[in-house]
């Protein structure tokens, strides 16, 4: 570890939090229905699509409606970008003749970007059609991400109101994100990408001859305006299988900087969105902290493996005083590659800048354990926010158990039903990860996708299905993941981490919004305080993580210890 490292590590993070607030205020008008500085120019574009829809802003839907909704929206999309990948060959905007994508890589991928998980059994550069990434990739980066940050407002408004009956309606929310939010920042942020070199043109690949006379086919498409929201709608799928080690996705340490601030910037945001629409600004920092904890201790534990190390690789004569480079970008060296490997599977970004499988078992812990967490510190473009709300409700009631007090979280009294469904939700993560890798360590043809055997070989398995669940779509770089049992796995293991979570989560949130508002008392636990703050990390940690320590025992921290003693697995 450097002072250098750690200065830039600290100038991205101070930049995200000084982009916290605003953004944050600014998002609260926006779902709050109040003008903006964009309302002129967007006013009038989201009237003619509502007129177009059918849809009254004003008509709002209780929480059922309003998850059935996202539900049918949600399949339509599926159903359209699966029809898009399986019909490639004949649609336009196909330089390259890439054929049709096969019906189990077409199914993954399908549910893969509609459940803002974007995980890649495939080498984009290699697979897809640059119609395929506009028309069917992109879109769904920005129809995924404004999914999420609905999801998350219906949340927030059941406890901004008073025994309310609705939550808000999904078509208005939904529209809103994608309007006022993700389209006007990500135009910014993909013109800064092709001002630092990142390509965007419609032409298939140029060829050119390298140093030693060769001839190379360089693959080329409209990667910046896929970057920026692929970052700041926290999706990862990038154009190119190296994703964001690829010079042409990531070409510079500036490039770099921007990616990770937009990829924290929405989940951070909206943590004081949720604090202004429900009218206490402190609970929303409370949150920001929360997260901000877990995430910069994150950081010093991945830097500080990474430093130390590769013992096998210092025996084969390698100098371990440059730290573990194996699978990084020397542009981007070990402090910067151990911010992007923790900001990315703190959020569900899943996009990397440096391959994990290459990272010392502990620096590969702490990414996979993040996601274990349920991937909320901050957590993905609204699903971090609705995460963290779900943990707060266990944390009170935990709280009101210790002290024989009814638990409360903002004036709402948190009963049997909101607990049940809180912990129905947060079940999900640990019956998909762990069933499904459990029948994966012992089926000959999942075992067959696997790059390695023993403690690092299990840690491929869980890093696969964590990150599916998660909705991350980051990968350990050894698994072969394009066959049909890991497309099909991973592929329903992605719909019970989306769709599993958010219907109990819902339901909460419908029970929560009928009940009345009562004000703070001399008996309330404080919810925007340092104690609250505490208990709420080790609830996080304990309740979150602790169900998956044997596992995680058996894998990454067994061959942590088996490397210090020089031992190859």
């Not at 929360?290 to 990474?306: P, Q, R, T």
């Not at 266990?394 to 009101?400: E, Q």
Request: hydrophobic share 55%.
């Amino acid at each position: 570890m450097t002072l250098a490292g750690w200065l830039q590590i600290g100038l991205i993070l101070g930049l995200v939090a000084l982009t916290t607030r605003p953004l944050g205020l600014y998002m609260a008008r926006v779902f709050s229905g109040e003008r903006t500085l964009l309302s002129p120019v967007l006013g009038p574009v989201e009237r003619a699509f509502f007129r177009l829809a059918g849809v009254a802003p004003e008509r709002e839907q209780n929480w059922l409606a309003y998850t059935i909704a996202m539900l049918v929206f949600s399949a339509a999309g599926f159903v359209s970008l699966y029809a898009i990948l399986r019909l490639q060959a004949f649609l336009p905007f196909n330089p390259q003749h890439f054929d049709n994508v096969a019906p189990d890589l077409a199914f993954n991928t399908a549910i893969s970007f509609l459940t803002n998980t974007n995980w890649q059994a495939y080498g984009g550069e290699t697979t897809m059609s640059h119609f395929s990434q506009m028309a069917g990739l992109a879109v769904h980066n920005f129809l995924s991400a404004a999914t999420g940050v609905a999801l998350a407002i219906a949340v927030t408004r059941a406890f901004a109101r008073h025994s309310a009956a609705t939550l808000g309606n999904f078509w208005v929310d939904m529209t809103r994100a994608t309007l006022y939010v993700f389209l006007p920042v990500s135009l910014l942020i993909a013109l800064a990408f092709v001002a630092a070199g990142v390509p965007q043109t419609l032409a298939g690949s140029v060829d050119a001859t390298t140093l030693e006379g060769a001839k190379q086919t360089i693959a080329l498409g409209p990667m910046a305006s896929q970057e920026a929201i692929k970052q700041f709608g926290t999706n990862g799928g990038g154009f190119f299988n190296a994703n964001a080690a690829h010079p042409f996705e990531n070409p510079n340490a500036w490039a770099n900087l921007l990616q990770i601030w937009a990829l924290l910037a929405v989940a951070f945001g909206l943590l004081v969105t949720f604090g202004k629409m429900v009218g206490s600004e402190k609970q929303g920092w409370a949150l920001f902290k929360i997260a901000g904890l877990v995430l910069v201790g994150s950081v010093v534990v991945v830097y500080a493996a990474e430093s130390v190390g590769n013992p096998l690789l210092a025996q084969l004569g390698l100098d371990p005083a440059g730290g573990n480079m194996e699978g990084k970008e020397t542009r981007f060296g070990l402090a910067l590659s151990s911010l992007y490997a923790v900001a990315t599977t703190g959020t569900s970004c899943g996009g990397v800048n440096a391959m994990m499988d290459s990272f010392t078992p502990i620096g590969g812990l702490v990414p996979m354990f993040l996601m274990q967490l349920g991937v909320i510190t901050p957590g993905g473009v609204g699903s971090g926010l609705y995460g963290l709300v779900v943990f707060a409700v266990i944390t009170v009631f935990i709280a009101g158990l210790m002290v024989g007090r009814t638990p409360e979280f903002l004036g709402k009294k948190i009963e049997s039903r909101e607990v049940k469904l809180a912990m129905l939700a947060v079940l999900i993560l640990p019956l998909s990860i762990l069933g499904f890798s459990a029948v994966a360590a012992v089926l000959p043809s999942a075992l067959s996708s696997l790059a390695n055997n023993g403690p690092h070989g299990l840690s491929e398995i869980l890093y696969a299905y964590t990150s599916a669940t998660g909705n991350n779509g980051s990968a350990f770089a050894g698994l072969n993941a394009n066959t049909p049992w890991w497309n099909v796995t991973t592929g329903v293991a992605m719909v019970l981490g989306r769709f599993g979570y958010v219907a109990p989560l819902m339901a909460m949130a419908g029970s929560i919004a009928a009940k009345k508002k009562a004000e703070a008392s001399l008996g309330t636990f404080p919810t925007d305080g340092g104690l609250f703050i505490g208990l709420m990390i080790g609830v996080i940690l304990i309740v979150g993580g602790l169900q998956f320590f044997p596992a995680l025992a058996l894998g990454p921290i067994v061959e942590h210890f088996l490397m210090f003693a020089g031992k190859t697995f």
